[in-house]
């Protein structure tokens, strides 16, 4: 059964994103002309909040950058307020293909999962990385699978939805700390009894901004993904505040 739109919000955090954003707003408008779209500006210096106010997107303005996972924690808690039961964070950078929102959706509604990430490396599409870089989401992946006691092949995914007990979740409890929105938000999920599972999605190239590569920059990733692993790990265990859906 498909899910109402009407009870979706798209979130896209964006910080100095106005040549990619009006398309990436306008394409998710095309495809899903009945969700709500959410751009949390994150304390852009250029015109990111008003290129996506003209292409049809509600902004939240934050004074300041705080990041990915502050733009997220704010969105959350929007979401929160506003009732939705399904939300769906999606990149700026038009790298999301929005046509795959209902495959991250369905399991949420069939009640399957309460998180489900859109994982580049699941058997979907071409998407390729170098060999440091495979190495590294084979360390993070392997530890992660088993945390969230499900196999995980993306787990730096920024292409995530979220049920209604999630959203709950995050709204009082995301990471603001670098990589906190993909590694350690996958770890207080699964530690607060949110089932976690992934669904293989095609992603796109960059529509702006350059990728990091090498082994050196996939190590600096590395050593930095385990210390934001043992600093979720590290977190004292809490339940999930449950609500009806509305």
């Given at each position: ?8 919000v798209?979130i ?5 994103e ?15 002309p ?20 003209e292409?049809g997107?509600?902004?939240?303005d934050?004074p300041?950058?705080?990041?990915v996972?502050g ?12 009732g939705?039961r ?16 209902p495959?991250l959706?369905?399991p949420l ?42 196999r ?16 709950l979740?995050f ?34 190239p960059?529509a702006?901004g ?5 082994p050196?920059?996939?190590?600096v990733?590395?050593t930095?993904a385990?210390l ?9 265990r809490?339940?999930?505040r449950?609500e009806?859906?509305?």
């Amino acid at each position: 059964m498909p899910v109402d739109q009407s009870s979706v919000v798209i979130i896209i955090p964006a910080w100095n994103e106005q040549e990619t954003l009006p398309d990436v707003v306008r394409e998710v408008r095309e495809v899903l002309p009945s969700v709500d779209v959410v751009v949390v500006n994150d304390g852009s210096t250029d015109e990111t909040s008003r290129v996506a106010r003209e292409a049809g997107a509600r902004v939240l303005d934050l004074p300041v950058n705080l990041g990915v996972g502050g733009a997220m924690r704010a969105g959350y808690r929007f979401a929160e307020r506003r009732g939705y039961r399904y939300s769906v964070q999606l990149d700026a950078d038009g790298q999301h293909d929005p046509r795959a929102v209902p495959l991250l959706l369905q399991p949420l509604e069939r009640g399957e999962a309460d998180v489900v990430i859109g994982a580049r490396f699941a058997g979907v599409g071409t998407y390729t990385a170098g060999l440091a870089r495979r190495a590294t989401m084979w360390v993070l992946s392997t530890i992660l699978s088993r945390v969230a006691r499900t196999r995980l092949t993306d787990t730096t995914s920024g292409f995530k939805a979220c049920n209604r007990a999630a959203i709950l979740r995050f709204a009082a409890d995301y990471p603001a700390e670098y990589l906190g929105d993909t590694i350690e938000s996958l770890v207080i999920a699964a530690r607060t009894g949110l089932t976690v599972r992934q669904v293989g999605v095609q992603m796109r190239p960059r529509a702006g901004g350059r990728p990091s590569h090498g082994p050196v920059k996939a190590a600096v990733f590395l050593t930095r993904a385990l210390l934001a692993v043992f600093v979720a790990l590290t977190r004292p265990r809490s339940t999930v505040r449950q609500e009806a859906a509305t």
